[in-house]
């Protein structure tokens, strides 16, 4: 356990499962006040137990009943919009409201936090940190990801504005960029060696990417080691892009 985070109140979302959850982990055992966000609240129960986090049940897809309830929660003194989703379906197939729905979680639901966050920060003249969870598929293709792939360019694209306008606060926002990572849903998504293996002969460090190595970076952007690291886009992903 370290102290690097003593005195900070941090909100992440996502929180009841895979990065998320690790994330809580490593926050706290740095010594963190977390708030817990999800809308599975039986995986917000169990966290509560394991690390002594407030909690927050509800669902990000209502973006205004979500900020309603991190009004709440304030103050904060970091936001973490880890909270993804994701439908597979082909360029051809993608739906509307598919498109919509994504957008709405994983780009929209982080600018209306951030919105909550850094204006109460700003408010009461205080800086702070915001982390955005996205991935390399903001600027990787991947099949049937059309829509997932969209809304993480454009969470990185929000990451930079949300730098250039908050940092003469005092408030630094950047974005963590991972591959695959093994949570159990991408442990179920990439089990079939037909499927990983061309992934894996990508990675130069032959492997993918177990989520507290998420959490890590997670936890050295909020923290006063990342001072001056403010609106870039942090790659974890062994190496892939250099392949």
């Not at 606060?169 to 442990?187: A, K």
């Amino acid at each position: 356990m370290t102290t690097k985070l003593a005195g900070r109140r941090i909100l992440v979302t996502g929180a009841g499962k895979g990065i998320g959850r690790d994330t809580v982990r490593r926050l706290v055992a740095d010594g963190a006040e977390v708030v817990a966000l999800s809308r599975a609240a039986a995986d917000l129960d169990t966290l509560r137990a394991e690390t002594g986090c407030a909690t927050i049940a509800i669902d990000l897809a209502d973006l205004e009943a979500a900020a309603e309830a991190v009004a709440g929660a304030l103050p904060l003194d970091g936001l973490v919009n880890n909270a993804g989703i994701t439908i597979l379906e082909s360029v051809l197939d993608t739906t509307m409201a598919s498109f919509e729905a994504i957008l709405a979680v994983n780009t929209l639901a982080p600018l209306r936090l951030a919105q909550v966050v850094a204006g109460d920060l700003v408010r009461r003249g205080k800086g702070g940190a915001i982390v955005n969870l996205s991935s390399v598929a903001s600027s990787m293709a991947f099949a049937n990801h059309a829509a997932y792939c969209a809304s993480k360019a454009g969470l990185d694209a929000l990451t930079r504005v949300l730098a250039l306008e908050l940092g003469p606060h005092g408030i630094r926002t950047n974005s963590v960029n991972p591959t695959v990572t093994l949570t159990p849903m991408g442990e179920f998504a990439w089990s079939d060696p037909a499927k990983s293996a061309p992934m894996l002969g990508r990675i130069p460090l032959g492997r993918f990417i177990q989520p507290a190595e998420v959490a890590s970076v997670i936890s050295f952007l909020l923290s006063d080691d990342a001072s001056m690291v403010n609106g870039v886009s942090i790659d974890v992903d062994g190496g892939l892009r250099v392949s």
